[in-house]
């Protein structure tokens, strides 16, 4: 241990164990306090598909999905994920079939560059857990914290409204 300018004994930094849920499996895992579940999952699992875009919450390409709710990974401490079922973009197929959203997101041609593409995904899928989007606009207002520089909003937002508004399982 080093001494500090006061004289004291300096601690290491203590690691937290946490056990969730990831994808389906199981997962227990030492984390620092300060960790990120963005940088946890990109840093730590080499579960790329979250993206940190702004690393402030502002534009959703960190979303994934705890226990069926949307989170911003980069805003989200993973100690506080402790117990909780974590689901990312690598999460959403079973096996080769695609998820509804991902099949519509394809028909559609709701993605350009694809750097939004796994918070959209993730995204798309907490609101329809919600269940409290029943129109385009609401829709519309709901997505607004996901946001797209390539601009495909209408075909995002297109590929949304099929599974959501007309019930594609």
Not at 113 to 122: A, E, M, R
Not at 125 to 132: D, K, P, Q, T, Y
Not at 160 to 166: A, D, S
Request: some cysteine.
């Amino acid at each position: 241990m080093s001494a500090t300018p006061n004289g004291a004994s300096a601690r290491p930094f203590a690691s937290h164990p946490i056990r969730l849920i990831l994808n389906g499996q199981d997962r227990q895992l030492d984390v620092l306090p300060w960790t990120t579940l963005l940088d946890l999952l990109r840093e730590q699992l080499d579960l790329i598909g979250s993206k940190k875009g702004c690393d402030h919450g502002q534009c959703g390409a960190c979303t994934v999905l705890r226990d069926g709710k949307r989170v911003n990974a980069c805003l989200t401490l993973a100690v506080m994920c402790d117990g909780a079922e974590l689901t990312t973009v690598e999460g959403l197929a079973s096996g080769d079939v695609l998820h509804p959203i991902q099949r519509a997101f394809i028909k559609h041609d709701a993605f350009q560059c694809g750097y939004c593409t796994p918070g959209q995904l993730c995204s798309a899928v907490g609101l329809a857990n919600e269940g409290r989007a029943h129109t385009p606009a609401q829709i519309q207002e709901l997505m607004s914290g996901n946001l797209c520089r390539c601009g495909a909003y209408s075909n995002i937002r297109d590929a949304i409204e099929e599974v959501v508004l007309g019930g594609e399982q």
